[in-house]
């Protein structure tokens, strides 16, 4: 069974890292000019073999079951439906060994992935950045300040802290219970945020705005950062103000021109305007007619005119 000290690991660890995408790459990097020993990576595809040799420059390429041999922290950077077979194996074929540390960088996956290496004794921590990565060197500036959503053990506390010190971030507990519900946020609001505005530079483009980025990015960036300040009473636009015609004008619209878009045009609008009646901003009977609108527009019978007119 793992070890019950809470002692951190002294001086530098040997880590090797499987699945040099993204994530991984990058960690490596900054794990290195922390003062540790990158002894091997893995990473299959010429993307990966790439970022190995610019992010983490001479170090050896080799199976992911001579790399977990050959350091004393395995970081896993692996997909996460791929998680589950590759501690299985690793385990399996013995590469994982007792008091060596395992960590994983999924948001979904907590401790119980990792059970395989923990039945043979191995250090079980699950360490999540909350960013977004380009796989290159634009992101080590960026790790400062990142927050990590860390699962871990009594006995692994204290190694999940000084790595993410060390990575210059900031450590939130995550249950392993709550690992889900913690990534579902994350990829709400960052992975659909991306959708949403490719949406909207798509809409701005078709009436006509040459440079839909720009004409957004001051509008975007105060509505984040109000959103983050005060949630929902940061809402603001037609659905706040019960316009209903606003509404209406712009489903026929969309439906026209993007009707790609409509769905989460719909969506979102149905999202909004239940938060706003619920915080007492808007009229439950001006609501309605919103809502009526809405149906009009997935309703297969208005699709003469998605408005409902």
Same mark, same amino acid.
């Given at each position: 069974?793992?070890?019950?000290s809470?002692?951190?690991?002294?001086? $530098?660890l040997?880590?090797?890292?499987?699945?040099?995408?993204?994530v991984?790459a990058?960690? &490596?990097?900054a794990l290195?000019?922390?003062?540790?020993d990158?002894?091997?990576?893995?990473?299959?595809s010429?993307a990966?073999r790439?970022?190995? =040799?610019s992010?983490l420059?001479?170090?050896p #390429?080799?199976?992911p079951?001579? *790399?977990?041999r050959?350091?004393d922290?395995l970081?896993?950077t692996v997909?996460d439906d791929?998680l589950?077979?590759?501690?299985?194996?690793?385990?399996a074929? &013995?590469?994982?060994r007792e008091?060596q !540390?395992v *960590? %994983?960088? +999924?948001?979904? %996956?907590g401790? &119980?992935?990792?059970? $395989?290496a923990?039945?043979?004794?191995?250090?079980?921590?699950?360490v999540?950045?909350a960013?977004t990565f380009t796989?290159?060197d634009?992101?080590?500036?960026?790790?400062?300040?990142? *927050? !990590? &959503?860390?699962?871990?053990?009594?006995?692994?506390?204290?190694?999940?802290e000084?790595?993410?010190?060390?990575l210059g971030?900031?450590?939130v507990?995550?249950?392993e219970e709550?690992r889900a519900v !913690? %990534?579902?946020?994350?990829a709400h609001g960052a992975n659909h945020?991306?959708t949403?505005? +490719?949406e909207?530079?798509?809409?701005?483009?078709a =009436?006509? *705005?040459?440079? $839909?980025?720009?004409t957004?990015r $001051?509008?975007?960036?105060?509505a984040?950062?109000?959103?983050?300040?005060?949630g929902?009473a940061?809402?603001?636009?037609?659905i706040?103000?019960g316009?209903?015609?606003?509404?209406?004008?712009?489903?026929?619209?969309?439906?026209a021109?993007?009707?790609d878009?409509?769905?989460s !045009?719909?969506?979102?609008?149905r999202?909004?305007?239940d938060? #706003?009646?619920?915080?007492?901003?808007l009229?439950?009977?001006?609501?309605a007619?919103?809502?009526?609108?809405?149906?009009?527009?997935? =309703?297969?019978?208005?699709?003469?005119d998605p408005?409902g007119r």
């Open positions: 069974m793992p070890s019950s809470n002692a951190p690991a002294r001086g $530098p040997r880590i090797g890292v499987i699945g040099a995408g993204r991984g990058v960690l &490596g990097a290195r000019s922390s003062g540790h990158i002894v091997a990576a893995a990473g299959e010429d990966s790439g970022r190995i =040799s992010l420059p001479g170090t #390429v080799d199976k079951s001579a *790399v977990a050959a350091c922290l970081l896993l997909p791929m589950p077979n590759v501690v299985s194996v690793l385990a074929s &013995g590469a994982i008091g !540390y *960590v %994983h960088t +999924s948001g979904r %996956h401790l &119980g992935v990792l059970a $395989p923990a039945a043979v004794g191995a250090r079980p921590l699950a999540h950045p960013m796989g290159t634009i992101d080590l500036p960026r790790l400062p300040g990142c *927050v !990590y &959503g860390v699962t871990a053990g009594p006995g692994e506390k204290a190694l999940a000084q790595l993410v010190t060390e971030g900031r450590a507990w995550v249950p709550l !913690y %990534h579902a946020g994350l945020l991306v949403l505005v +490719s909207a530079m798509e809409l701005l483009a =009436s006509g *705005v040459d440079q $839909p980025a720009d957004l $001051p509008l975007l960036e105060a984040l950062d109000n959103a983050l300040a005060q929902d940061a809402l603001t636009g037609p706040v103000r316009d209903v015609e606003t509404v209406r004008d712009h489903l026929a619209e969309v439906a021109t993007a009707p878009t409509l769905p !045009y719909v969506a979102m609008a999202a909004t305007l938060r #706003v009646v619920t915080d007492g901003r009229l439950p009977i001006r609501a007619k919103i809502r009526r609108v809405l149906d009009a527009a997935e =309703s297969p019978t208005a699709a003469g408005a």
